[in-house]
């Protein structure tokens, strides 16, 4: 595929790129060099417009209700003619978050004036809360208030991953159709749909960001960008060891019930605390070797505390091994199968008694 290149539209990339977003362009690069693919990346910032025939792939991040009132008549007025073209003529698009938001019809925040999006997507948002996601006391408090967690999304023949945190809940129109079913997590408003899918054009809720360890997703974009600028393309298979040990790490992470959840909380503060202690060790050990003569090695050997016992060590820094006996790893594909069951299940009494 030597000679072959796609460009990349990146919009905001200075307002629209929390929870690491630009990891998802770098994403595509890297794929795409690892192919001998080229991958030329255009900044987009307040005033730049899009030209619809210039680019094959279009990627907006995501951003609070402050970022998207900064961006959303930009948006509208400048890029939004624009990126409608580029997909109507085949070109991919990813918008994640608050940008997913704008690329529906409009979001509507608890507190004023309605933001207008772009209308590539037939959705729109409808927002919770007014209160900003740093702005809470504690995490259950923000909980209550938000959907936030682990994602697992049904997507074809495969499952997509992140990490959701959003106080709006998106409705799809009657022309849109959903990215993917939830497997666990809330997605586009707590009924069993995430994200929304138009021809190649991809919003979605998953954060994290969520191509680095969603390899179909980033090559789906990609096949279509190329295809867009050369008619065909089939890409090579990459080797995605790391790729898909950090899917199957955010599946079981997903899978943990509630109390599994606070043990491996219970394991990481004991990992910290020996941490803490190890370190607090050797600054001692080394402060009083070397600076201060007072402290003969011998005393300072019955000075110190003594070393945790190896198995003690071994058990703390299992992650879920705070108390109690080591679970039982269930294979990937039963946890998926018993949460799918649990949602459908959950769902069709939810259906019954309305």
């Known amino acids: 595929m030597a000679g072959m290149k796609i460009t990349v539209g990146y919009l905001y990339p200075d307002i629209m790129a929390t929870y690491g977003d630009r990891g998802n362009v770098e994403t595509i690069v890297r794929r795409c060099e690892w192919r001998g693919i080229g991958a030329d990346v255009t900044e987009l910032r307040l005033g730049d417009p899009v030209d619809g025939a210039s680019f094959d792939l279009i990627m907006i991040g995501g951003g609070g209700e402050a970022q998207q009132r900064l961006v959303a008549a930009d948006l509208g007025r400048v890029k939004g003619a624009g990126i409608r073209e580029a997909v109507a003529q085949g070109a991919a698009a990813l918008a994640v978050g608050g940008g997913y938001e704008l690329f529906g019809r409009f979001c509507q925040p608890e507190v004023g004036a309605e933001l207008r999006g772009i209308e590539l997507f037939d959705a729109w948002t409808i927002r919770q809360s007014a209160v900003l996601s740093n702005h809470y006391g504690s995490i259950s408090e923000a909980r209550a208030d938000r959907a936030i967690g682990e ?137 009083s070797l070397y600076i201060s003569p007072r402290w003969p090695r011998p005393q300072l050997a019955r000075q110190l505390p003594a070393r945790p016992a190896r198995a003690v060590v071994a058990r703390a820094s299992h992650p879920a091994a705070a108390s109690g006996p080591l679970p039982t790893a269930r294979p990937q594909e039963v946890l998926l199968t018993e949460l799918s069951d649990t949602r459908d299940g959950a769902m069709a009494r939810s259906g019954a008694t309305q």
Do not use: M
């Open 151 to 287: 994602l697992v999304a049904r997507w074809g023949d495969t499952y997509l991953v992140g990490f959701e945190n959003h106080a709006g809940g998106t409705y799809l129109g009657p022309t849109a159709q959903p990215l993917g079913s939830v497997v666990t997590g809330h997605g586009n408003n707590g009924d069993g749909t995430e994200g929304v899918q138009l021809e190649n054009a991809v919003g979605t809720y998953l954060r994290g960001p969520c191509l680095p360890k969603n390899p179909a997703l980033a090559d789906f974009l990609i096949g279509a960008a190329l295809r867009r600028r050369y008619g065909a393309a089939e890409l090579a298979p990459l080797a995605d060891g790391l790729e898909l040990a950090a899917h199957a790490a955010s599946i079981r992470r997903a899978c943990l019930t509630g109390a599994e959840r606070s043990r491996l909380r219970r394991a990481a503060f004991a990992q910290a605390q020996l941490a803490r202690a190890r370190s607090a060790r050797i600054v001692l050990s080394r402060v």
